[in-house]
């Protein structure tokens, strides 16, 4: 989303009108989790496995996600800005 279209409309997602809550419905092997940074302070993160993964993550719930995050697979970190669009 460009800088003007945020400012004047900045609860508009995009993808537009998707549920940055529900990314599994766009994306596959892919859910939703919050960070607490410090107190005050929640960031919305999304978290994918690989797709090599994707069939082991069908069907599986947050915490099958959580110990994914504990293997000994490489984590990348994306941060893209805080435009409101994760």
């Known amino acids: 989303v460009a800088p003007v279209t945020a400012a004047i409309f900045p609860s508009v997602a995009f993808p537009?009108?998707?549920?940055l809550r529900q990314p599994e419905l766009l994306l596959n092997n892919t859910i939703s989790l919050?960070?607490?940074t410090e107190p005050g302070v929640?960031?919305?993160i999304w978290h994918t496995?690989?797709?090599s993964?994707?069939?082991e993550a069908r069907g599986k719930?947050?915490?099958?996600?959580e110990e994914a995050l504990?293997?000994?697979?490489p984590?990348?970190?994306y941060l893209h800005g805080n435009g409101g669009t994760r």
Do not use: E
């Open 61 to 65: 719930d947050q915490r099958w996600y």
């Open 49 to 51: 496995v690989p797709g």
């Open 16 to 19: 537009f009108f998707m549920d």
């Open 53 to 55: 993964r994707g069939a």
């Open 70 to 73: 504990a293997d000994t697979h």
């Open 75 to 77: 984590v990348i970190i």
């Open 42 to 44: 929640t960031v919305g």
């Open 34 to 36: 919050y960070l607490t």
